[in-house]
C-alpha cells in the first residue's frame, strides 16, 4: 500500500467573530484549524491548516474568577525583571494578546507551530485588513 502525502495543502482565510466566546474554547477551535485538523489531508508534519482573522477580541469572555484572578507573567532575563499583568488588564490595554497566548499554548513548540502562529490574524474591533484574500465567515460556538 502506498502512503498519501498531500504536495500543496490549499489554505483557505477564515474570519471568526469572538464575541460573547469563551477563551478557551475559542482557543481550542482556532487551534485546530491553524493545524488542519479538520481537512482530510491532515499530517501532523505539515503545516495544512488555514489561515485565521479573529475580530471583536476585546469582547471576549473568561469564565469563573478568572479576569481578577489569572495572572500573565513574561520576564525580561534579568534579575527583578519579572513583569506580572492581571487578566482584566490584559483584556482592557492588549486583547489581541490574550487570544493569541491562549493558542500559543495550543500548538506545537517547535518550527510548525511557528510557522502556524504567524497564520493568526488578532483584531481588537470589528475592522481587518484583509479583504483581499476574500475570507468566509466561520461560525464558531
Known amino acids: 500500500m502506498k502512503t498519501y502525502f498531500a504536495k500543496e495543502p490549499s489554505n483557505d482565510w477564515l474570519i471568526v467573530d469572538a464575541e460573547g466566546q469563551t477563551v478557551g ?22 503545516a495544512g491548516g488555514d489561515f485565521v482573522i479573529v475580530v ?8 469563573g474568577s478568572k479576569l481578577d484572578q489569572k495572572v500573565y507573567t513574561r520576564y525580561s532575563g534579568y534579575q527583578g525583571g519579572l513583569k506580572e499583568i492581571p487578566a482584566r488588564d490584559m483584556l482592557t490595554k492588549h486583547p489581541e494578546r490574550v487570544i493569541e497566548h491562549a493558542v500559543w499554548g495550543m500548538l506545537p513548540k517547535n518550527r510548525l507551530g511557528r510557522k502556524l502562529i504567524r497564520r493568526l490574524k488578532v483584531y481588537a474591533g ?16
Open 126 to 141: 470589528e475592522a481587518h485588513p484583509h479583504a483581499a484574500q476574500q475570507p468566509r465567515v466561520l461560525e464558531v460556538g
Open 25 to 46: 474554547r475559542l482557543a481550542t477551535r482556532i487551534a485546530q484549524l491553524l493545524r488542519g485538523k479538520h481537512k482530510p489531508t491532515y499530517a501532523p508534519h505539515q
Open 56 to 63: 471583536n477580541a476585546d469582547k471576549v469572555v473568561f469564565t
